[in-house]
């Protein structure tokens, strides 16, 4: 798995290339929580070039999910129809701060519409 990192206004963007896996994990996590820092409560992975998703993804968006329940969001954009279902299955796509978009703009425009920090 590769893994990018970008700030697309306010928004944390992470990138995942490969495999979203157990093996590359606890990597992204780490990442991912330092992307989010002490005033963001937002966070948004790429999925445009991630082959799979597993339980150990899934623990990964689950994770950063109970981090930030409370005041934001995690959200997915260019997910593929695989991982969609997948994330469907496993009753993600239907919990409280989780949210799929369909293009990083579209991520950033709830963040306009609110107008504060946490996006929420």
């Known amino acids: 798995m590769e893994i990018t990192e970008t700030l697309a206004g306010r928004v944390p963007v992470i990138g995942v290339c490969g495999e ?11 990442r991912a929580r330092s992307a989010l820092g002490a005033n963001v ?4 992975f790429d999925l445009e070039n991630c082959t799979y998703i597993d ?11 109970d981090q930030v329940r409370d005041t934001g969001w995690v959200g997915i954009v260019n997910a593929s129809r ?6 469907e299955i496993v009753g993600l796509s239907d919990t409280q701060g989780f949210m799929v978009f369909a293009n990083v703009a579209e991520a950033q ?12």
Do not use: P, Q, Y
């Not at 979203?20 to 780490?30: A, M, P, R, T, Y």
């Not at 339980?55 to 999910?65: D, E, K, Q």
């Not at 425009?109 to 929420?120: F, K, V, Y």
């Open 20 to 30: 979203f896996d157990h093996v590359g994990g606890l990597l992204l996590l780490k």
């Open 41 to 44: 409560h937002f966070i948004v």
């Open 82 to 87: 695989h991982v969609l279902r997948i994330l």
């Open 55 to 65: 339980s150990g993804g899934v623990a990964v968006l689950l994770t950063l999910l």
């Open 109 to 120: 425009e709830r963040c306009g519409a609110t107008g504060n920090d946490i996006c929420s």
